[in-house]
């Protein structure tokens, strides 16, 4: 099977992450003239994977009491061996993993795979002989600890315990994934899916997430990157290695364990409430351009088609097949998908009709009918002519029959498997068949299928889904060449650790701060109860009064705010209510300031705007429905810091409740512009302060027809620089 290139380019705007001595490690490793194996049964284990597959170059085995493994000879220490070890198996202990490595980086090895548990996995015990396993690896490209091992599709120089099945290609996708166990139910895949190697991470105490990406994008025997992650453990650096590999062209594709929700914890701002990590995963790769899959059978089937077909022009899909329920199934899981089914034009329509009977109708999903089942010669200029017009793939749905009926039941289905190869050939449109039933493509039409040019797709429901992301993919593309750049601007900002000590800063000094940004906040005075005394009896516009104090970051809960005053004497009486609430909730705070603005008018919606400090992904960016609806809908979506116009008012426009900005029930349209600058100018605030901001909460910025009003800001910092 020859699997297209998906024109990796060969330089990169964005820095490579790995050291030159790494990086050759790194290729001594996967492309090993000896590896050595380190060792008792697990060593003996991976040693008849070497024998079985055919490992070409030099083995070697070192074990203290034996003579003899697998039909090796028994060096007694690594260093009796006679070679530096390109690629090195540790099957031993934590203690004398950590001894050999130290060796081994003595010798000038090249990779190590390290099997041990005992490490950071086992918290504190094992803490400082993970410490001791990172100095002790020096610039070798060290795999673990506590992994699986490797499977080396390319050159077959494999150190895995367990069986796998042989493939007939040498270029496909890489696999790292953090669990040794789901890599091992990856290589029992039975979908078909190209490999060039499976990595098992494990700890990733040396080579991390980031590492991997970085070195396999160059590799010319890797087609996609795909990561089963448990989390990343450098959020900044994982985003630079995705940029390069996103400015290459080489997809990255991740399925994620540990998504179900935890919760958040209440901090000093209702911000931290709106989102959690799930939410921030998803913001990090929708903003890097990684697909991301939410089940184990999308992820290998994305894995699959990011190697064997070439960026889609677009979205628009034509569907092929010959029931009217296998089409409604297309069209609803395509349409959830993302994907577009426009109908037929008129000279397609004219064209296909004479071909049909006369019960036939055409359109998209095109039902060929039962009655021409099989029939390659009418079925190839028909689906020709579909996919002529303004379509960018097609899909046949069909099922190849179990290989327990007779031989002869595929032949119909192997005839119309042809006219779409002939047709995706003839318009050079990818093509691919999705069976409805995962199991029911056999392996061998698998592998004749791909090597026709049609992908097959096993269920449905996975293959609308997978075909979706492509189409998103190459879109994302289409974007970076308009662009004509590396998209340098989408690279995060550096995570700063934020100390276990912070501050409140009050209302009025968080908007003056806020304000210097460009943010708009209501006319403010700052009062004491004398100077309350000494304003007009009548005032000119209705007030809202506030406390003012550091130390009281939620107003309203020591019943702090007073709105629609008109008199002094409201504003008096509200101002020695205040000093008696707070003094019940807070009896230390002495009341000597007050916060008076005038009362803005009713908005068309009020949003929060809030940033947090989160020690994984940094600044994070949350815009949500705001007053009322905050902890009712929770209807919020965080962004990455820093972040562009754009990918503000696509936040925007994703909200539930978007339509209050865009003309609910008649009343007027706001004007995007202005609350994007808002947004835009408490982002720009947090980039400024991010050495020391910890939180931020604009609720409400209140939301006019052609303006943004900041009415409330909470501004937390860290007490002092964290070093």
């Known amino acids: 099977m020859s699997l297209p290139s998906q024109s990796v380019s060969t330089d990169s705007a964005l820095p490579s992450r790995l050291s030159d001595a790494r990086r050759e490690n790194f290729r001594r490793l996967l492309a090993p003239r000896h590896i050595v194996f380190m060792g008792g049964t697990y060593a003996e284990y991976t040693l008849r994977n070497i024998r079985r597959h055919g490992f070409s170059g030099e083995v070697y085995v070192v074990n203290a009491k034996r003579d003899e493994i697998g039909g090796y000879k028994c060096y007694r220490s690594l260093s009796d061996l006679p070679v530096s070890p390109d690629a090195t198996y540790l099957g031993v202990n934590a203690d004398v993993t950590v001894e050999a490595l130290g060796e081994l980086e003595r010798m000038k090895a090249g990779g190590v795979i390290c099997y041990a548990s005992g490490f950071s996995e086992i918290g504190e015990a094992g803490a400082e002989r993970n410490r001791r396993l990172i100095a002790a690896a020096g610039e070798m490209a060290v795999v673990g600890p506590n992994c699986y091992g490797l499977v080396n599709y390319v050159n077959h120089a ?107 914890t209440m901090a000093a701002s209702h911000t931290s409430s709106l989102a959690g990590q799930n939410e921030y995963y998803d913001a990090l ?85 039962a009655g021409y089942w099989g029939n390659e010669a009418l079925l190839t200029p028909m689906f020709t002519t579909m996919l002529e017009g303004g379509y960018d793939s097609g899909l046949m749905v069909m099922d190849h029959p179990s290989p327990k009926v007779a031989e002869d039941a595929g032949d119909p289905i192997l005839a119309m498997i042809r006219a779409l190869a002939a047709a995706g050939k003839a318009t050079g449109k990818p093509v691919f068949m999705g069976s409805v039933n995962p199991e029911s493509i056999p ?115 020591v019943g702090g705010v007073a709105l629609n005053l008109r008199r002094r004497a409201d504003l008096q009486a509200a101002a020695d209510r205040m000093v008696e609430t707070v003094r019940d909730h807070a009896p230390d705070i002495r009341l000597d300031r007050y916060l008076m603005e005038p009362m803005q008018p009713a908005p068309l919606a009020e949003l929060i705007v809030g940033v947090k400090r989160d020690p994984l992904f940094g600044m994070v960016l949350v815009v949500g429905a705001g007053g009322i609806f905050v902890e009712l809908l929770k209807d919020a979506r965080p962004l990455l810091l820093p972040t562009s116009r754009d990918q503000v008012e696509a936040a925007l426009r994703s909200l539930k409740t978007f339509p209050l900005l865009d003309g609910f029930r008649g009343k007027p349209r706001a004007d995007l512009q202005p609350v994007i600058d808002a947004i835009m100018a408490i982002a720009a605030y947090a980039g400024e302060a991010r050495e020391t901001l910890s939180e931020l909460d604009v609720n409400p910025l209140m939301v006019y027809e052609n303006g943004a009003v900041a009415v409330d800001a909470l501004i937390v910092e860290t007490a002092q620089p964290p070093r």
């Open 158 to 264: 494999s150190m895995w315990p367990s069986g796998y099945q042989p493939l007939t290609t040498r270029r496909g996708a890489a696999v790292v994934g953090q669990s040794g166990n789901v890599c091992i139910h990856l290589t029992s895949n039975q979908r078909s899916v190209p490999f060039s190697y499976l990595i098992s991470a494990g700890n990733q105490a040396v080579l991390g997430f980031e590492d991997y990406i970085d070195y396999l994008t160059d590799d010319e025997n890797v087609t996609c990157i795909g990561l089963f992650m448990e989390g990343i453990r450098d959020v900044p650096a994982f985003s630079q290695a995705c940029l390069r590999a996103r400015e290459k062209g080489m997809p990255i594709i991740v399925c994620r364990s540990g998504r179900s929700e935890l919760g958040a």
């Open 285 to 369: 790769f929708a903003r890097l351009g990684v697909i991301a899959t939410d089940t184990v059978p999308q992820f290998l089937e994305m894995l699959k088609i990011a190697s064997v077909t070439p960026v889609l022009s677009g979205p628009r899909i034509a569907v092929f097949s010959s029931s009217g329920g296998d089409n409604g199934l297309a069209a609803d899981y395509c349409s959830f998908a993302g994907l577009e089914l426009p109908q037929p034009s008129k000279q397609q329509v004219d064209a296909i009709k004479p071909l049909l009977p006369d019960f036939g109708h055409v359109s998209n999903p095109l039902d060929f009918t």
């Open 443 to 557: 392996e061998a039409v698998r592998i004749w299928m791909l090597e026709l040019g049609v992908v097959p797709l096993q269920g449905l429901h996975d293959a609308a889904k997978v075909v979706g992301l492509w189409a998103e993919y190459s879109a994302i593309l289409r974007q970076d060449r308009a662009v004509g750049r590396a998209r340098t601007d989408l690279v995060l900002y550096p995570t700063v650790p934020a100390s276990d000590e912070t501050r409140t800063i009050n209302e009025a000094e968080s908007k003056r701060r806020l304000a210097a940004f460009g943010l708009s906040v209501p006319k403010r005075q700052v009062l004491s109860r004398a100077e309350i005394d000494g304003l007009p009896e009548t005032l000119d516009k209705p007030a809202v009064l506030k406390v003012l104090h550091d130390e009281l970051p939620h107003k309203t809960e």
